[in-house]
């Protein structure tokens, strides 16, 4: 597979993750230990916020108001993309049941979660779009109760517009806490809040390691590293349009890895060509940003063919692919590891992070490889139940028994054995684990 590296990253995802895993476990600890004073102390040192910590009608209407009518509808608009195709994703899951054999039936359920907790950020950039994308799917898959939780700011509190989308997109309860005490604080069950089954959500390296360290007594999402994407593009992409993609996603973040793959040497260069210049045009965080990301962490990659550049995009299994090239539907077809894929030039990853209705809440780092991205389905145990005849059962009690033996779980043998007997008296049979 011939592919030429014209810009090779000099850091990965990885090279610079600190280790925050003690400092996480020890807040974990104390806040499980010393429940709502504790989480409160952490709060108050790291929000700098001291007010209510669930959020009053009263203080919620009244950041409603600050919100202007014209972010109001379009946090409607996004709300609704993103509600129709969650209703859609649960269509697909039905209730289901087969009869295996004669009178013996075999089903599935899907039952929601009773409690989601939804993790919002709010430091850097506030992420409106990630509270209509993690409550909504949350009220659609039938949660009983959701928490919205988000950073609250020193004598701010919750940005407006997160607490109008989570509102409007069902929370029931809106809490003002980031970070690891906020994961916490849903996990544990505290303020009165209902323990929380699942954690979903996008946050800082602090929240992702406390949502990895509490897996296995609450459900999450995934565990999430730095967002990345990458373009595949041909002789027919516009290189101004793929190098304003390339830096409006690396500038999430220092850390944040953009790719462009293409089979044109003269597409590729003008890209890296155009890059500086409108990183050097954003609003001076957002540059910082862009400028490290593609210093550090981007790469551009020229292939000999198509199929070389779709080998290689799924070798990286993006977070976000976008296809700019000819002949879309070979690349839906071909392509297999990604988080979502945006075809044609008439589509955007910022279309998907804000309003056009697919979860922007997708697998990093290579995780896409093995999963999807947030849905409705995350919120919903697909749960399997069986009944029988007592002479449908005859069948699967012999195999049960002799498997069992040839196993040496002879006590799984023998909860098959007393029904043979009790619904077939005077029958004998094999039930012996050898010829």
Partial sequence: MTRTYLKKATLTAQSNASDVSETVKSILDDIEAGGDTSALEYAAKFDGYEGNILLTKEEIEAAIAKVPEKLKADIRF??????????LQKSTVADVEMEISSGFVAGQKAIPVDAAGCYVPGGRYSHIASAIMTVTTAKVAGCKHITA?????????????????????????????????????????????????????????????????????????????????????????????????????????????????????????????????????????????????????????????????????????????????????????????????????????????????????????????YTGGLSVHKYMKIVTWQRATQVASKEVAIATARISRLEGMEGHARSADVRLAKYFPGENFDLSAVE
């Avoid at 996004?78 to 209703?87: G, S």
């Avoid at 879309?328 to 309003?355: H, N, P």
Wanted: hydrophobic share 45%; charged share 20%; aromatic share 6%.
């Fill in 78 to 87: 996004a709300h609704d993309n993103v509600k129709r195709f969650a209703e």
């Fill in 149 to 369: 939780c988000s950073p609250p700011r020193p004598g701010v509190g919750v940005a407006p517009a997160i607490v109008y989308a989570a509102h409007i997109c069902g929370a029931d309860k809106i809490m003002a806490m980031g970070g690891v005490q906020g994961v916490a604080a849903m996990t544990f069950g505290l303020f009165g809040l209902p323990k929380a089954n699942i954690l979903v959500g996008p946050g800082n390296q602090f929240v992702a390691e406390a949502k990895r360290i509490l897996f296995g007594r609450v459900g999450i999402d995934m565990i999430a590293g730095p967002t990345d994407s990458l373009i595949l593009a041909d002789k027919t992409a516009d290189p101004h349009i793929v190098a304003t993609d390339l830096v409006s996603q690396a500038e999430h973040g220092y850390n944040s890895p953009v790719w462009l793959v293409t089979d044109d040497r003269a597409l590729a260069e003008d890209v890296m060509n155009r890059v500086p210049a409108l990183i050097d045009d954003l609003p001076e965080m957002n540059a910082d940003n862009a400028r490290a990301a593609w210093r550090d962490y981007a790469e551009v990659i020229l292939c000999e063919d198509r199929e070389v550049m779709a080998a290689t995009s799924d070798e990286y299994a993006p977070e976000h692919l976008t296809v700019q090239a000819e002949d879309i539907d070979w690349w839906l077809e071909r392509l297999t590891c990604y988080g979502s894929l945006f075809l044609g030039e008439e589509t955007t990853v910022a279309y998907g992070d804000k309003a056009s209705g697919t979860n922007h809440v997708l697998p990093t780092s290579g995780a896409a490889n």
